[in-house]
Nanobody, 122 residues
């Protein structure tokens, strides 16, 4: 089993930055893909970013490309999401995910964190 705990969410003004962290415990996730999804009120959960275990592959949704950066430190079993130039439409609960396959679909990930709230004010 893998436990994922997110941190770093909060309230920020539009144009500001936040850095989310996700610490994994339990079995090693050093060979797993890790990523982030988000869910805004009244909307479906959507893909944000994913990084392969080696860091050699990264993918982003079109809505965050160029503003968000995903990275990971396998020594610390931690994945990060640096979010810059935040917009009110980025407001959502952000979920950390981990799984053995690289992908952008919800079904591809069997481990999920509890989520951290990000609120961007205009």
């Amino acid at each position: 089993q893998v436990q994922l705990v997110e941190s770093g969410g909060g309230l920020v003004q539009a144009g500001g930055s936040l850095r989310l962290s996700c610490a994994a415990s339990g079995r090693t996730i050093s060979t797993y893909a890790m990523g982030w999804f988000r869910q805004a009120p009244g909307k479906q959960r959507e893909f944000v970013a994913v990084i392969w275990w080696s860091g050699s592959l990264r993918s982003y949704s079109d809505s965050v490309k160029g503003r968000f950066t995903i990275s990971r430190d396998n020594r610390k079993n931690t994945v990060y999401l640096q979010m810059n130039s935040l917009k009110p439409e980025d407001t959502a609960v952000y979920y950390c995910v981990a799984g053995p396959n690289y992908g952008t679909t919800i079904e591809g990930y069997n481990y999920w964190g509890q989520g951290t709230q990000v609120t961007v004010s205009s």
